[in-house]
């Protein structure tokens, strides 16, 4: 094999591990984005335990990046929990 070949495949192979180690489900914006989807289950099993009905829908049909859903989906996970205070509170009175 010549120089160019050998300096081309391992190119290639660099930029094939860094850009796995880049989208790996273990990063921040992936993690994120997993902690908030539990979050939003968690949250709704305990409205739902307390007898209220919960939309769980997020908008992330237009967060084409991966930050762009993972605050999409923390932010349903803030509206969840002022929900769940707010009956938490009510019940206690």
Same mark, same amino acid.
Do not use: C, W
């Given at each position: 094999m010549n120089t160019f070949t050998k300096s081309a495949l391992t190119l290639l192979a660099a930029t094939s591990i860094s850009s796995v180690a880049l989208a790996a489900p273990g990063? %921040?914006?992936y993690g994120d984005i997993y902690r908030a989807?539990?979050?939003?289950?968690n949250l709704t099993? !305990?409205?739902?335990? $307390?007898?209220?009905?919960?939309?769980?829908?997020?908008?992330?049909?237009?967060?084409? %990046?991966?930050?762009?859903?993972?605050a999409a989906l923390n932010a349903k996970v803030s509206d969840l929990r002022l !929900?769940?205070?707010? $009956?938490?509170?009510?019940?206690?009175e």
């Amino acid at each position: 094999m010549n120089t160019f070949t050998k300096s081309a495949l391992t190119l290639l192979a660099a930029t094939s591990i860094s850009s796995v180690a880049l989208a790996a489900p273990g990063d %921040a914006t992936y993690g994120d984005i997993y902690r908030a989807q539990n979050n939003i289950h968690n949250l709704t099993s !305990q409205i739902e335990s $307390l007898g209220h009905n919960v939309n769980t829908s997020v908008d992330v049909n237009a967060a084409i %990046a991966p930050s762009a859903k993972a605050a999409a989906l923390n932010a349903k996970v803030s509206d969840l929990r002022l !929900q769940l205070s707010a $009956l938490q509170t009510q019940r206690a009175e």
